[in-house]
């Protein structure tokens, strides 16, 4: 990489040579030698421009390896953000012998964390609730911090981390470099900047169109229970060479494989519980054409070298707008057409109009294929085919064998007929019209208002009295189970206890990701709430389930 201006650390240009970074994006020309002044700033960037370089870059440049204390904290709001970014700084620093970086969040085992913390680490990257617990338990000790990123700085604020923010920042008491770095920059962000930067530069960088003017973008309506049959039936119809399709979970990614296999499709996967070797085999025998279609998590969207895709095909809607455009980034590239499909049953269609305002793009909405229609490709396929074959010439002795057949006394239609059943599978065995006619637009719910369909609810094990507002729950939950703010529904925040409800689709993401889990650096307890009562009969029923859990263990004693 080479920016004007700007000589880097050997070791640094090093690793970026070997990563194929050949000139820097319009934010990192920008940013880079403003922060290597010292200088506060706020940039505005779109998604995939680079922007973790922007800040990557300088911080590596000003780290003093022979100091073994934070020196850089930057903070996001979920945990997949924050290991992508770590793993971006150790790409980078790769040659930088003594530079160390840390990844803190929720979720996981916070001892393992403060090990590795106390080893000593020059770079912090985390969430606010897990950087807030580790500050308070004193791990993470900040008198040698030099500069604070906070990246989707709009996105910690609309999971309610503004508190957090500002606690993080206020435990600083000397001054420090802040780099803000945000799409966009509400009301509420405004407040943060002038209490906390200093005559900061802003940087804009901003794209009218966010996704690739080459990629045809389009959605289908289904039901969740019809979208195998239709992604099959889209692939035998636009039948692109090179196919990824992507799943929000890796759960979904292993389903989704096992029943493409066995429906004879040339498929494989990746996710993250694959060894980075298999990974590696799995993508070089895809971009090779060995494999046809690539069915993968979100990981494979970001940073994987994944070539000429003529197909994206969103079998789940993507959970965040962002990762829509990383997602359909892997097709129409170097100018070439690419196109990407969208499966969304009616529940989803909420966050295609998300995805659209995002992007500023509207998405077409098309019709399933019939199977009539499927088949009539098939038939064109094959009659091409071997009209391609007969020009070629060069039948040598498959005419031998074509005259043995003729011998057996069969006329020419009907030995036609059977080598095309032989060779081409027709499917009539389900001519359903896959097109759900669920309305799209729900007017009748007030503005703002999000139809969650069957809803759970959850018990959490703090409230008012521990100083939780409902924005810090929307906050941990959103963030550390990985799914949309609008798909979390009503907060209470009682005196000791809240309640939350919840798209039913995330139970289990929420039952498991929130095991063991913190708010605002307390530790807590979400589980299915008991009871469904008034809200005074609630609360005394949780308060005697308290006290009887009490005595049972005095009774122990």
């Known amino acids: 990489m080479r920016i004007e201006n700007v000589n880097l650390n050997d ?65 996001l709001p979920t945990r997949e953000l924050a290991v992508q970014v770590a793993n971006e700084f150790r790409k980078i620093g790769k040659y ?63 999971m309610g981390f503004r508190e957090d923010i500002e606690l993080i920042l206020s435990k600083v008491d000397h001054t420090t470099q802040t780099l803000l770095f945000s799409a966009t920059i509400p009301k509420d962000m ?29 959605y289908f309506l289904v039901k969740h229970s019809d979208k195998i049959e239709a992604l099959t039936r889209i692939i035998e119809t636009y039948t692109p060479k090179l196919t990824l399709v992507f799943c929000n979970t890796k759960r979904a990614v292993d389903e989704l494989y096992d029943t493409l296999t066995v429906k004879g499709y040339n498929c494989d996967k990746i996710h993250g519980d694959i060894k980075q070797s298999q990974r590696i085999d799995t993508l070089n025998r895809f971009n090779n054409g060995l494999v046809d279609i690539l ?51 009616a529940k989803e269609i909420k966050k295609i109009e998300n995805i659209e305002k995002y992007t500023k793009k509207s998405i077409r909405k098309r019709s399933v294929p019939t199977v009539d229609k499927v088949n009539e490709v098939k038939q064109d396929k094959f009659i091409r085919g071997i009209v391609d074959v007969i020009e070629k010439g060069d039948l040598g002795e498959n005419r031998e064998l074509a005259v043995k057949l003729i011998e057996k006394g069969y006329d020419i239609e009907t030995l036609i007929a059977a080598m095309i059943k032989k060779l081409v599978k027709f499917d009539k065995s389900d001519d359903r019209d896959l097109n759900d006619l669920i309305p799209e637009r729900r007017k009748s719910l007030r503005k703002g208002q999000r139809n969650l369909g069957r809803t759970v609810r959850f018990h959490v094990s703090v409230g008012k009295n521990q100083g939780i507002r409902p924005g810090d729950i929307l906050g941990a939950v959103a963030g550390e189970c990985n799914i949309p703010g609008t798909d979390i529904g009503e907060i209470e925040v009682l005196k000791n206890y809240s309640f939350f409800n919840v798209a039913e689709e995330h139970r289990d993401r929420i039952v498991n990701g929130m095991q063991g889990s913190q708010i605002k650096g307390k530790d807590v307890i979400v589980e299915l709430s008991k009871e469904k009562k008034s809200k005074k009969s609630r609360e005394k029923y949780y308060d005697n389930d308290k006290k009887n859990n009490r005595k049972k263990q005095f009774r122990k004693k």
């Open 11 to 75: 070791n640094i240009q090093r690793a970026l040579d070997e990563m194929g970074f050949e000139e820097g994006t319009q934010i990192q020309k920008e940013a880079i030698p403003v922060i290597l002044e010292g200088k506060d700033i706020i940039g505005q960037s779109n998604t995939g421009t680079g922007k973790t370089a922007a800040f990557g870059i300088p911080i590596l440049e000003k780290i003093d390896i022979d100091i073994r204390f934070p020196q850089a904290l930057v903070l």
């Open 96 to 158: 930088m012998d003594g530079v160390k970086t840390v990844t803190v969040y929720g979720g996981a085992d916070i001892r393992d964390q403060i090990k590795k913390l106390k080893a000593g680490a020059q770079i912090i990257v985390g969430t606010p609730g897990r950087v807030i617990d580790l500050i308070d338990r004193r791990v993470i000790k900040l008198g040698e911090l030099k500069i604070t990123v906070l990246d989707e700085a709009d996105e910690m604020l609309k």
């Open 190 to 218: 405004t407040k943060l900047i002038k209490k906390f930067q200093n005559n900061p530069v802003n940087i804009s960088v901003l794209r009218e169109g966010i996704t690739a003017k080459e990629v045809k973008q389009s």
């Open 295 to 345: 069915i993968a998590t979100d990981v494979a969207a970001r940073g994987l070298d994944i070539k000429e895709v003529e197909a994206v095909i969103n079998f789940e809607v993507p959970i965040k707008e962002d990762y829509y455009v990383h997602r359909i980034g892997r097709t129409g590239r170097a100018g070439r057409e690419g196109s990407s499909f969208t499966l969304a049953s």
